[in-house]
């Protein structure tokens, strides 16, 4: 018997010659790898269709991989059968699914052409990447029994015989590796890393759906930053519905029980000027049941553990949401989450007296501003402490801006924010942020505290328009999201220069809000919260 057919290498491990039988050695390394299989698929990170290509395929490879050492067969050729029939199975669990939803289109007498070129795409796609990783299996079977095999041409004889082109090699393996895994670093070093990321349950969104609207994730943080509020709601049915929680920041996140009824409280919004919230509470057996008798206005203060009940009520039942402004001042914005703000109450304490302004305007407040913006007939500029009007804009400057129930203003007071669209108060200019490409307009969230543009670079989103059917192939979704991941970015409004960045983000950002004091921002996904501590001006 020759010498590469008694001792293992890489290139013959599991592949030996007919009259070698399966050594206990290979049988070791079949049971490490079901043990390690069996650990991957349960992970709570997959969803149902990941689990049944990787349960399906990685089993199947293991178990092909068993017969063919056991009957002497090539261990490569039972490894391509193995992830075949592993992913034309998972194609006849999942593809019900598909079938159901071509189902539902076509009742509703949608063309299903597109969508079932899309699913018949996806079921050759997941059939090559379940051949991929029974290969990889093969691959690193192979690996594992020349890794831990006793003979010349074991790795332990190759490292005695060649330790300085080892050392090389195994460096450059582990220099490789970890390039691979801080990518983000080596092409910014200077981005943001997130201080901590709460994971929350996934927002799934599916291709389609009958109502039409989908669930987003948003909140607010504290004056310093050290409490956050998240919320899941969509628009259109409500803010009074949205799931809501607290978290204390530090040392780690970690949910606080605000209120004995949380499921009760309604607009809940941050003190500017301590460590409170006030939020809309009703007593009654719905959130609309006698409005004028059962809400009440809450405040909590977070650090103390106290709460008091305001003798004030909003003026009726749709409220948009309340937000605190400097002093104490508490305003309660009316409309609702589709149509935007109608007008608002201000509730100012002087000396243990509430005194109330009401107006029919809508109003963007900025408790980081000393101005503000409210729109009626006319669109003005006015200062929070006086209401007097600063600037008032013509209707043809409404027109151009476009959405003004969606507009920010710098706390500099210089920039209005409306849509992909800035304007410069200063030089009376407009910049359309969005160029010709509507469809791929940037996300622009409104202003830190040094006046930079929140700025999310949507364009790799509408990439994904070319490559859909990979959405519907397990785990090819994550493998296209990480390859079109893209940072949140600082940009000063005037020029779009680049002041600061973040790390690739894993989704596409559904809010991002700073802190009052602007020492801490939260960028809210699909998947959770990013926390990021904004260091000071250089």
Request: proline residues 5%; hydrophobic residues 40%; contains cysteine.
């Amino acid at each position: 018997m020759t010498d590469s057919q008694t001792h293992p290498t890489f290139a013959n491990a599991g592949k030996r010659v007919r009259s070698e039988p399966l050594s206990l050695r290979e049988l070791c390394c079949l049971m490490t790898l079901a043990s390690v299989t069996v650990a991957v698929v349960t992970h709570r990170t997959w969803n149902t269709d990941e689990r049944w290509l990787l349960g399906l395929t990685l089993s199947g490879t293991l178990a092909a991989i068993l017969i063919a050492r056991t009957f002497r067969w090539r261990v490569c050729l039972a490894g391509v059968i193995a992830g075949t029939l592993g992913g034309i199975t998972t194609i006849c669990v999942i593809g019900r699914d598909w079938m159901v939803q071509l189902d539902e289109l076509a009742s509703r007498g949608l063309g299903i052409a597109e969508y079932r070129a899309n699913y018949v795409a996806a079921a050759f796609a997941s059939v090559a990447f379940a051949v991929l990783l029974a290969m990889i299996m093969v691959g690193v079977f192979r690996l594992l029994v020349w890794a831990i095999g006793t003979g010349d041409r074991s790795l332990v004889s190759l490292l005695r015989r060649r330790p300085l082109s080892s050392t090389i090699v195994i460096a450059g393996v582990g220099v490789a590796g970890l390039a691979a895994g801080n990518v983000d670093v080596i092409v910014a070093p200077r981005s943001w890393k997130a201080t901590a990321f709460l994971q929350l349950e996934r927002i799934e969104r599916p291709a389609f759906a009958r109502h039409g609207l989908f669930t987003v994730r948003t909140g607010s943080l504290s004056r310093d930053g050290n409490w956050l509020l998240v919320e899941s709601y969509m628009p259109g049915i409500g803010r009074e519905v949205a799931e809501k929680a607290i978290y204390r920041l530090d040392p780690q996140p970690h949910a606080v029980r605000f209120t004995d009824h949380p499921e009760r409280a309604c607009f809940v919004a941050f003190d500017c000027d301590g460590n409170r919230i006030a939020f809309l509470e009703w007593l009654g057996e719905s959130y609309h049941d006698r409005p004028a008798e059962t809400h009440q206005l809450r405040v909590v203060d977070l650090d103390h553990h106290t709460s008091e009940t305001l003798p004030e009520r909003p003026r009726n039942a749709d409220v948009h949401s309340l937000q605190f402004l400097p002093a104490g001042s508490l305003v309660i914005h009316y409309g609702d989450s589709w149509n935007g703000k109608k007008g608002y109450t201000r509730l100012v304490r002087h000396e243990g007296e509430w005194s109330r302004v009401e107006s029919s305007d809508n109003a963007s407040f900025d408790a980081r501003s000393a101005i503000g913006l409210e729109f009626g007939r006319e669109f003005q500029m006015v200062d929070l402490d006086t209401s007097a009007p600063l600037v008032t804009f013509p209707a043809s400057w409404m027109e151009e801006m476009g959405n003004v129930n969606q507009m920010h203003l710098s706390p500099n007071g210089r920039y209005i924010l409306a849509g992909p669209r800035i304007y410069d108060v200063e030089s009376h200019t407009t910049t359309n942020w969005a160029g010709e490409d509507t469809w791929a307009s940037p996300l622009l969230f409104g202003f830190s505290n040094r006046n930079l543009v929140a700025y999310y670079d949507h364009s790799s989103t509408y990439l994904r328009g070319r490559m859909s059917f990979l959405c519907d192939v397990p785990l090819a979704k994550r493998i296209l999201d990480w390859l079109l991941r893209k940072p949140l970015q600082l940009l000063e409004p005037a020029n779009a220069r680049e002041v600061a960045r973040t790390r690739n983000l894993s989704s596409t950002p559904t809010d991002v809000v700073f802190s009052h004091d602007g020492s801490r921002m939260a960028v809210f996904t699909d998947e959770g919260v990013y926390i990021y501590h904004v260091p000071p001006p250089e």
